[in-house]
């Protein structure tokens, strides 16, 4: 008995330190705007500061319990913004293992593409059309990217519903699209390796 006690709390011990050490990371992209940029970008910053709000106030009324805080943020802190519903997704992912949401995260590519693809770089200043396109043309495909893991279907949802009349934001989509693209065709490399091996090896 004791020894299931033990391998318990050591079981225990070694979830926390995982999750302690994910959400570090996390609010490290946080801090570094992966999810809201550090300029022109209040509307993100407001909603998140409502949904931290959120979830101070389920960790207050779950008497600081953690699972039951888990739960009331899950059914009651729904944030409006797309970067800031990931920001709630890739949190969840580090605290709830009970339920991990479907959602994988970027691949190297894309999340590349979203580190280069500042508003201060990408448009002149005080371009507020510029500005303007490029955060809706990131909000969409973030959104895009949450409805689904299936690579067609974030391409088709990128393709109908992220186009731009704006260059920068238009050329954001597209490379997020060819990327996307080279993703689709990697996997499909891959499973014809494999397959092209396993053939091979029934064989011999």
Known sequence: MKVILFIFVCLVLVTQIKANTCLDYVNQKLKTGKYCELQNDEECWNDMKSY????QNCYQKSQKEPFSTVKCVKQTCNPSIPSVQLFKREELVCVDFLDIPDFQG???CEQDIFDNTTYSQTCQQRNTDCIQSVKSAKQCSIACMLKTDVMSEQKSCLETLCSSLN?????????LIKCNTVDNISISSNILTFTSFLFVFLII
């Open 52 to 55: 931290d709000d959120c979830k």
């Open 106 to 108: 970027f691949s190297k």
């Open 167 to 175: 260059p920068q934001a238009q050329g954001f989509i597209n490379s």
